[in-house]
């Protein structure tokens, strides 16, 4: 959500409800920072989700995508 004003303070991630279904996931941004996340509502057994790395920050990854565009003549 780019357009919140404080990712670090969100209602969804205190919510008891959240934190009871064990929804509630921390992930390491990479840059040594830890990202508070809620995890997607479905559980699978059979192919359980992984959660590697959160979210990309915004335009974290527009460089690439405009090279790869430019190399495809898009």
Partial sequence: M????????????????????????????????????????MVMSGTPLVYERPSPRLGEHTQEILAELEKSGQ
């Fill in 2 to 41: 780019p357009a919140r004003p404080d990712q670090h303070d969100r209602p969804d991630v205190r919510d008891p409800q959240t934190i009871s279904r064990g929804m509630r996931l921390d992930l390491d941004d990479g840059h040594g920072n830890l990202l508070p996340s809620v995890r997607a509502p």
